[in-house]
């Protein structure tokens, strides 16, 4: 084997098919590993979203999309929690019997969650497909009851639900709001969409 140099234009071409080389390799790396990802058309027709809680403060409310639908989180208050219980009489369904939006079996207690302080739900209402809007602070509000205790209004035909998604009696809506199958990750993340750890 010789010592010879190789010579400057050989060394740029060298470097120049290199580069290619690597920009090809590249290319064809970022669509292979893409398709590890949900597509768009897989997250609309109902491939789980993973979610961090971590900042959500007690009393604030994120929304993201699943299956084309809005998907609340509420972290609630130790005294949102509390209050829970004291609204069933007031509820149409307070112990989430109704089957028009079956409610998970770890959901079916009186804060319908798995964690009592997260409340997670569908954001439409069971009566005509509205989006209801928050009204999270307690206390006399406009189209509201005098003794409110925070929860959500749907403006299109007045139905109301507390904390935990449950309609209030004699209301347009004929159900509570639909809590989705979920399960969390960690204390920070939620996966939404299924509701066993792979």
Not at 149 to 164: I, K, M, R, Y
Request: neutral net charge; aromatic residues 8%.
């Amino acid at each position: 084997m010789s010592d010879t140099p190789v010579d400057a234009s050989k060394r740029t071409w060298l470097i120049a098919s290199g580069c290619a080389g690597a920009v090809g390799g590249v290319a064809v790396a970022v669509p292979f590993v893409s398709s590890f990802q949900p597509s768009e058309k897989a997250k609309a027709a109902g491939a789980a979203v993973e979610v961090d809680i971590g900042a959500l403060a007690p009393g604030q409310k994120m929304t993201v999309e699943w299956r084309g639908k809005p998907v609340w989180i509420m972290r609630r208050t130790p005294e949102q929690v509390a209050a829970l219980p004291k609204l069933d009489p007031l509820l149409a369904d307070p112990t989430s019997q109704r089957k028009a939006f079956p409610t998970p079996d770890y959901a079916r207690n009186e804060h319908r969650s798995i964690k009592p302080e997260y409340f997670v739900g569908v954001g439409i209402c069971s009566h005509l497909g509205c989006s209801p809007i928050d009204k999270l602070q307690a206390g006399a509000q406009a189209s509201l009851p005098d003794d409110w205790q925070g929860g959500f209004l749907c403006p299109c035909h007045g139905s109301t639900f507390d904390l935990a998604g449950r309609v209030y009696k004699n209301k347009p809506a004929p159900d509570n709001l639909e809590v989705p199958p979920h399960v969390y990750l960690s204390d920070t993340r939620l996966l939404i969409g299924e509701d066993k750890k792979a």
